[in-house]
T-cell receptor, first 112, second 112 residues
């Protein structure tokens, strides 16, 4: 049973456009929601993260929006660039062991 | 340079031939973990270790073994690999109580 559901599976946007990736979770014990970025041939790397006490976090062109009541969070990439082309994973963790549960991933392609 | 290393990066083997994938980190992290990445399924945790000599099952432990005899090393052992273990494997580490996991570059395993 997938505890973190991610959509879409793939996304193609034009350079300068906005990329939006959505995730939904079920476990209310989750208290940390990171996004990881993975380039081909590389391991995932932390991009941005949020805790449920805030509804939005922005770092440069990347913004996480968080809706605690709906148990949903999303990643917005403003002014998308070809260099943003990668696979993006949302994740969630909580509890004493703080295991990460990942979404299924979104392959983003930004066309020049 | 702070990093997680994995060896080998690529491996093709046959059903039933025991293999070990090594993982080493130089950041003095207590927590280490193994994931497998499959298309449409994201990253799923195989095993994790909170510290030396402390290991526990993740979501998909069947067919895998691990050991944690030293803080820096966390090898993944497949004693009798099967084709359904063909996947991309990642090792990761973090400090105890930390939230960011640092991933290795991945090992692509093919079992024929």
């Amino acid at each position: 049973q997938q505890q973190v559901k991610q959509s879409p599976q793939s996304l193609i946007v034009q350079k300068g456009g906005i990329s939006i990736i959505n995730c939904a979770y079920e476990n209310t014990a989750f208290d940390y929601f990171p996004w990881y970025q993975q380039f081909p041939g590389k391991g995932p790397a932390l991009l941005i993260a949020i805790r449920p006490d805030v509804s939005e976090k922005k770092e440069g062109r990347f913004t996480i929006s968080f809706n605690k009541s709906a148990k949903q969070f999303s990643l917005h990439i403003m002014d998308s660039q070809p260099g943003d082309s990668a696979t993006y994973f949302c994740a969630a963790s909580g509890g004493s062991a703080r295991q990460l549960t990942f979404g299924s991933g979104t392959q983003l392609t930004v066309l020049p | 340079e702070a990093q997680v290393t994995q060896n080998p990066r690529y491996l093709i083997t046959v059903t039933g031939k025991k293999l070990t994938v090594t993982c080493s980190q130089n950041m003095n992290h207590e927590y280490m973990s193994w994931y497998r990445q499959d298309p449409g399924l994201g990253l799923r945790q195989i095993y994790y270790s909170m510290n030396v000599e402390v290991t526990d099952k993740g979501d998909v432990p069947e067919g895998y073994k691990v050991s944690r005899k030293e803080k820096r090393n966390f090898p993944l052992i497949l004693e009798s690999p099967s084709p359904n273990q063909t996947s991309l494997y990642f090792c990761a580490s973090r400090i105890t109580g930390g939230v960011e996991q640092f991933f290795g570059p991945g090992t692509r395993l093919t079992v024929l």
